[in-house]
């Protein structure tokens, strides 16, 4: 058995046998959906997923006619889609801190330009063969002024304008922010406060602050949960998840923080350096 659960606890599941598939997904759609490089997907026989709480808390956004994506209302976590009626569930490996290693990337096609793939496992440009499913095109935005950068939601409803260069880009593999982004790692970009305006939509973005933490908040739409930026007050900082940006911010992530708590399924194989907890200073 392997539990898994939303970052609030609200949304638990268990597995039991073997995903069919687990793969890395780096479309634009899981990128938004996640706020992350990629989105990390167990595909499972239903008989071997059964939820163990309530899915009270469960939103549902279709991102396609062939896929409805899910997430807790409360906490903003991606969680399962799929129920015993379906023959599959997808599972957010994110929000489990054992399981399968994933078998493959798929959609590199479509991956993030300020994220280099380093492993050596398949890589396909779309589906993995033997799937064919229709494609779709990215969403365009308006223009940004000038020197800004355009950012948004999978459903749209947010838009907001990253108007500073990134002081610094970190991927947390922090047990929080694995959870959060439903995914392996967070990729967060810091700028000041000033560096993250809204554009439209800012009714729509919810944010859950940990109980037991003493910043951590994760902020997302409330109608398709992809991960947003947080202006934090307190500390007069913004942290963006990279994955909810439509331009290239043209800085990639300079280490990897917090790996004395990175996922089991997940190795780390860029050479970046690599920090158990914060970096140095
Ligand atoms: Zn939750
Ligand atoms: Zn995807
Ligand atoms: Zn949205």
Not at 77 to 93: C, I, L, R
Not at 117 to 122: A, F, G, H, M, S
Not at 217 to 233: A, E, N
């Amino acid at each position: 058995m392997n539990d898994g659960k939303c970052l609030c606890g609200s949304v638990t599941w268990e597995i039991s046998g073997k995903p069919e598939s687990t793969y890395h997904c780096h479309c634009t759609m899981c990128r938004k959906a996640h706020g992350a490089a990629f989105g990390t997907y167990y595909l499972l026989a239903s008989k071997d997923f059964r939820w163990t709480s309530s899915r009270d808390t469960v939103v549902e956004y279709a991102s396609s006619p062939e896929l409805t994506r899910a997430f807790c209302r409360n906490c903003g976590s991606v969680v399962p889609n799929g129920d015993n009626e379906d023959k599959y569930v997808y599972v957010p490996a994110g929000c489990h801190d054992e399981g399968a290693n994933a078998d493959a990337h798929i959609f590199v096609g479509s991956k993030a330009p300020w994220y280099d793939i380093t492993d050596d496992l398949p890589r396909h440009e779309a589906y993995p063969p033997g799937e064919d499913l229709p494609a779709y095109e990215d969403k365009s935005l308006p223009d940004a002024p000038e020197g800004a950068l355009r950012g948004s939601c999978l459903c749209g409803a947010v838009v907001f304008h990253l108007l500073e260069p990134f002081k610094v880009v970190h991927n947390c593999h922090c047990s929080r922010c694995r959870h959060a982004r439903a995914a392996a790692h967070a990729t967060n970009g810091f700028t000041s406060m000033e560096g993250v305006r809204f554009i439209k939509g800012e009714e729509h973005v919810s944010s859950y602050k940990l109980p037991t933490a003493r910043f951590f908040t994760h902020v997302f739409c409330d109608t398709c949960g992809s991960g947003l930026p947080r202006i934090d007050s307190e500390r007069k900082i913004a942290v963006t998840p990279l994955g909810a940006l439509d331009d290239d911010p043209g800085a990639k992530a300079v280490d990897n923080i917090f790996v004395a708590y990175k996922a089991r399924w997940y190795d780390i194989t860029d050479d970046l350096p690599a920090y158990d907890e914060l970096p140095p200073g």
